[in-house]
């Protein structure tokens, strides 16, 4: 029963978002006058087929690993293209347009996970209080003097020209733990000092600051949580906080958090590149299977929460400049926009080779990881 949830999660799961990415594409060309040919979800053998009076065709393909737009485009030499259908075609519109046929994919999912997060919030959803646990000794929080039961009110960055000095005011409300640990990462993957306002178990306030020249560095060897020493203190069930928002409240919250996550998740794919994150954190499809079932056993609310990072993880993905992503055509956009050339066919050809062998080789990697986690161990 478990494994068919856990299934039964994961087509859900791709189906949302796989959907969601190419309806932005599918959505910006129809506006932008484009005819679209086909609409595809997943690859392979079709097994279902519908041709819209449009004579788009609605395609759900045997492997459901993704997706795709197919644009009436006069690039593409499989096509032929009629000349009463030649304004129809994707390489005859503006280059702003065309520009925002490809980024409106990673748009969609950046609008999906505020949706989903709003949704969370306007339902009201349980949180952890903001109350610190006790800090290992050997630890930043140690030094400052922070001790179990200590709860933090506030937040605030420190610019480097005010690190030194006594700050009192301009903190931001800490609503709970999850609050406090993004800010936490943002901090550390940004490596920018910040200030506590905290009030002890007594009842007195006082504010603690961590330089940006103390705070630990990202490292795939060490925890930079364990050196800060900032962790929640735990709390039972009963004593967590309820986080219910109105609609416009929970569209702007939804907003402010999901640029949060945006930001912390662009400099931890980053982090690979220069080494402050470990390759073993990629995943691949059993690790989003087996998250997507747990997240559905335990609610719908944890599942909606796993299915906006997942949705801020694909969007950013799709960003990357290489070839065969959203990201590599933007790069091509932009060559066109500062050289007023088009990239030629053959070169985008061979882009696309190398591409698609460093998606194959990214995809395997992180293939491996799971077996690795959920077969190996």
Same mark, same amino acid.
């Given at each position: 029963?478990?494994?068919?949830?856990?299934?039964?999660?994961?087509?859900?799961?791709?189906?949302?978002?796989?959907?969601?990415?190419?309806?932005?594409?599918?959505?910006?060309?129809?506006?932008?006058?484009?005819?679209?040919?086909?609409?595809?979800?997943?690859?392979?053998?079709?097994?279902?087929?519908?041709?819209?009076?449009?004579?788009?065709?609605?395609?759900?393909?045997?492997?459901?690993?993704?997706?795709?737009?197919?644009?009436?485009?006069?690039?593409?030499?499989?096509?032929?293209?009629?000349?009463?259908?030649?304004?129809?075609?994707?390489?005859?519109?503006?280059?702003?347009?065309?520009?925002?046929?490809?980024?409106?994919?990673?748009?969609?999912?950046?609008?999906?996970?505020?949706?989903?997060?709003?949704?969370?919030?306007?339902?009201?959803?349980?949180?952890?209080?903001?109350?610190?646990?006790?800090?290992?000794?050997?630890?930043?929080?140690?030094?400052?003097?922070?001790?179990?039961?200590?709860?933090?009110?506030?937040?605030?960055?420190?610019?480097?020209?005010?690190?030194?000095?006594?700050?009192?005011?301009?903190?931001?409300?800490?609503?709970?733990?999850?609050?406090?640990?993004?800010?936490?990462?943002?901090?550390?993957?940004?490596?920018?000092?910040?200030?506590?306002?905290?009030?002890?178990?007594?009842?007195?306030?006082?504010?603690?600051?961590?330089?940006?020249?103390?705070?630990?560095?990202?490292?795939?060897?060490?925890?930079?949580?364990?050196?800060?020493?900032?962790?929640?203190?735990?709390?039972?069930?009963?004593?967590?906080?309820?986080?219910?928002?109105?609609?416009?409240?929970?569209?702007?919250?939804?907003?402010?958090?999901?640029?949060?996550?945006?930001?912390?998740?662009?400099?931890?794919?980053?982090?690979?590149?220069?080494?402050?994150?470990?390759?073993?954190?990629?995943?691949?499809?059993?690790?989003?299977?087996?998250?997507?079932?747990? $997240?559905? &056993?335990?609610?719908? =609310?944890?599942?909606?929460? +796993? /299915?906006?990072?997942?949705?801020?993880?694909?969007? !950013?993905? %799709?960003?990357?400049?290489?070839?065969?992503?959203?990201?590599?055509?933007?790069?091509?956009?932009?060559?066109?926009?500062?050289?007023?050339?088009?990239?030629?066919? $053959?070169? &985008?050809?061979?882009? =696309?080779?190398?591409?698609? +062998? /460093?998606?194959?080789?990214?995809?395997?990697?992180? !293939?491996? %990881?799971?077996?690795?986690?959920?077969?190996?161990?």
């Amino acid at each position: 029963m478990q494994a068919l949830t856990t299934f039964a999660a994961f087509l859900l799961t791709l189906g949302i978002l796989v959907s969601f990415h190419e309806f932005g594409h599918f959505l910006a060309a129809r506006l932008c006058g484009v005819r679209v040919l086909r609409f595809a979800l997943g690859f392979g053998k079709p097994l279902f087929t519908y041709v819209a009076r449009n004579r788009t065709e609605w395609v759900i393909a045997a492997i459901p690993l993704g997706g795709y737009v197919k644009l009436l485009d006069g690039r593409d030499t499989s096509q032929t293209i009629l000349e009463s259908e030649r304004h129809q075609a994707f390489d005859v519109k503006p280059l702003w347009q065309r520009s925002l046929i490809v980024a409106c994919g990673p748009i969609a999912n950046f609008i999906l996970a505020i949706a989903l997060f709003a949704c969370i919030y306007m339902s009201g959803v349980a949180q952890l209080p903001a109350y610190l646990g006790t800090p290992p000794k050997p630890s930043l929080a140690a030094s400052e003097g922070i001790v179990a039961g200590d709860q933090v009110l506030g937040w605030k960055f420190l610019s480097e020209d005010l690190q030194n000095t006594e700050i009192s005011e301009g903190f931001t409300p800490i609503l709970s733990w999850n609050v406090l640990r993004w800010k936490l990462l943002d901090a550390l993957t940004g490596h920018e000092g910040f200030a506590l306002r905290l009030r002890s178990a007594s009842g007195l306030e006082s504010i603690k600051a961590f330089p940006s020249q103390d705070l630990p560095a990202m490292s795939p060897e060490s925890d930079p949580f364990l050196v800060l020493g900032i962790r929640p203190q735990p709390t039972p069930q009963a004593d967590f906080l309820t986080l219910k928002l109105g609609p416009i409240e929970a569209l702007a919250y939804a907003t402010e958090r999901v640029w949060l996550m945006t930001k912390v998740s662009t400099r931890m794919m980053g982090g690979l590149l220069t080494g402050s994150s470990s390759i073993k954190q990629l995943g691949g499809p059993l690790s989003i299977a087996d998250m997507a079932g747990k $997240s559905a &056993q335990v609610g719908w =609310q944890p599942f909606l929460a +796993f /299915l906006a990072l997942l949705s801020i993880s694909i969007g !950013l993905l %799709n960003l990357v400049p290489l070839p065969m992503l959203d990201g590599g055509q933007l790069l091509y956009d932009a060559w066109e926009l500062v050289t007023g050339k088009r990239i030629s066919v $053959s070169m &985008q050809e061979v882009f =696309q080779k190398v591409g698609f +062998f /460093l998606l194959i080789s990214l995809s395997l990697l992180a !293939l491996f %990881n799971d077996l690795q986690r959920y077969l190996l161990t």
